[in-house]
């Protein structure tokens, strides 16, 4: 069993930066594919970044890429999310995730364990 636990979400101008960060629970995380994927009220979620446990980064949402930076940290079984130039159409709630197997899938049903998400707001 692993648990996500996010934290760096908030309130940023635009073309501002956050940077968002999961500590997992558990020995399994260096074997774990580690994602990052974004929803809206009303809209499916959407996967933004995930690293295999190679620590390759094997998936960017289009619209973030260039922009958005993923990370892992398995000493410290931390995944991180870099965000610069911030758009207020990043605005959504952040969910980290881990898959039983170290590659990646950008398909939210591949995963097996999600946090309780950190919300992201970007004013104009």
């Known amino acids: 069993q692993v648990q996500l636990v996010e934290s760096g979400g908030g309130s940023v101008q635009a073309g501002g930066s956050l940077r968002l960060s999961c500590v997992a629970s558990g020995s399994m995380f260096s074997r774990n594919c580690m994602g990052w994927f974004r929803q809206a009220p009303g809209k499916e979620r959407e996967g933004v970044a995930s690293m295999t446990s190679a620590i390759i980064p094997t998936y960017y949402l289009d619209s973030v890429r260039g922009r958005f930076t993923i990370s892992r940290d398995n000493a410290k079984n931390t995944v991180y999310l870099q965000m610069n130039s911030l758009k207020p159409e990043d605005t959504d709630m952040y969910y980290c995730?881990?898959?039983?197997?170290?590659?990646?899938?950008?398909?939210?049903?591949?995963?097996?364990?999600w946090g309780q998400g950190t919300q992201v707001t970007v004013s104009s």
């Open positions: 995730t881990a898959r039983n197997v170290g590659s990646c899938s950008s398909l939210s049903g591949q995963y097996n364990y």
